[in-house]
C-alpha cells in the first residue's frame, strides 16, 4: 500500500522567510500528486498539483513544488511568507491504479509570525 | 454553484447513538468520498463510491456505512457510534476517471463529531 510521509509536523517562521515542507512517498508506480492547505476554520484547498510534464509545478498564492522521482519527493516552496499563509498543509498522492482514492501525508502545521 | 455541502457543522454523541452525516455535491461529479482527520495522521479515506448505487472502502471503514443512491448525495451513517469516532469528518467529490487519471478533489466543509 502506498504511504505519504511529511517529516516536519511543525513549522515556525517569520514573515518574508522561505519556506520548504518535505513530502516522500512510497510508491513505484505512475503517480499523481497534490498539495493541499487548510486555513484555521476552513476546509481543504488545493494548492497545485502535479500529473504529468515539468516537475516544477506552479500553485496558487505564490507556491510552488518540486517532483524529484528518482527521490520519490513532492516538496512545496514559498520564497516569501506572509502571514496569511498560516496553515496546515497536506502532501497527497494517487496511486495511478487507484482511481481517484488519495493517501495523504500527516500535515504539517505552519505558523508565520507578524 | 455550492460545490460540496455538508451538515452538521457540529455534533456531539453519547457512545451507542447512531447518527447519519449529510453530504450533497451539485457539480454532477461521479466521484464522491468520505474522509476523516485526526491530529498527526492527516486524512484517511473510510468509504468511496465511483457512482451512483457503487460504493466501496477505503482504509478506515470499520463502524461506519454508505449508500449512494443518487449522484448528488452521499450520506455517512455511523450504526453505534464510539469514542474512538471522534474526529473531523470530510466529504469529497470529483470527476471519475479510468484508472491511470485522477482529478482534483474538492472538500466540504467538515463535519466535527464528539462521541461521549
Known amino acids: 500500500a502506498q504511504s505519504v510521509s511529511q517529516h516536519n509536523h511543525h513549522v515556525i517562521l517569520s514573515e518574508a522567510a522561505s519556506l520548504e515542507l518535505g513530502c516522500n512517498y512510497s510508491y513505484g508506480g505512475t503517480v499523481n500528486l497534490f498539495w493541499y492547505v487548510q486555513y484555521p476554520g476552513q476546509h481543504l484547498q488545493l494548492l497545485l498539483k502535479y500529473f504529468s510534464g515539468d516537475p516544477l509545478v506552479k500553485g496558487i498564492k505564490g507556491f510552488e513544488a518540486e517532483f524529484i522521482k528518482s527521490k520519490f519527493s513532492f516538496n512545496l516552496r514559498k520564497p516569501s511568507v506572509q502571514w496569511s499563509d498560516t496553515a496546515e498543509y497536506f502532501c497527497a498522492v494517487n496511486a495511478g491504479a487507484a482511481g481517484n482514492k488519495l493517501t495523504f501525508g500527516g500535515g504539517t502545521r505552519v505558523l508565520v509570525k507578524p | 454553484n455550492a460545490g460540496v455541502t455538508q451538515t452538521p457543522k457540529f455534533q456531539v454523541l453519547k457512545t451507542g447513538q447512531s447518527m447519519t452525516l449529510q453530504c450533497a455535491q451539485d457539480?454532477?461529479?461521479?466521484?464522491m468520498s468520505w474522509y476523516r482527520q485526526d491530529p498527526g495522521m492527516g486524512l484517511r479515506l473510510i468509504h468511496y463510491s465511483v457512482g451512483a448505487g457503487i460504493t466501496d472502502q477505503g482504509e478506515v471503514p470499520n463502524g461506519y456505512n454508505v449508500s449512494r443512491s443518487t449522484t448528488e448525495d452521499f450520506p455517512l451513517r455511523l450504526l453505534s457510534a464510539a469514542p474512538s469516532q471522534t474526529s473531523v469528518y470530510f466529504c469529497?467529490?470529483?470527476?471519475?476517471?479510468?484508472?491511470?487519471?485522477?482529478?482534483?478533489?474538492?472538500f466540504g466543509p467538515g463535519t466535527r463529531l464528539t462521541v461521549l
Open positions: 469529497a467529490s470529483s470527476y471519475s476517471l479510468l484508472a491511470g487519471n485522477t482529478d482534483t478533489q474538492y
Open positions: 457539480m454532477n461529479h461521479e466521484y
